[in-house]
């Protein structure tokens, strides 16, 4: 809350860009979407996408 002129004629408005917002990757990028009970054609498809397995 500002309170006064003269923090008002100190007031600044800044961007800072949400954490989701990653612009700055161009891809290409591979989507892969519900897999739901597919565990073992996900691995398959990662595994020709050439994502390493996680533990």
Excluded at 17 to 22: M, Q, S, V
Excluded at 34 to 45: Q, S
């Amino acid at each position: 809350m500002l309170r006064g002129v003269e923090a008002v004629d100190n007031a600044a408005v800044t961007f800072e860009r949400a954490w989701t917002d990653r612009r700055e990757l161009t891809g290409p990028f591979d989507v892969i979407g519900d897999v739901h009970g597919c565990r073992a054609e996900l691995e398959a498809l990662l595994g020709r996408l050439l994502v390493p397995p996680h533990p």
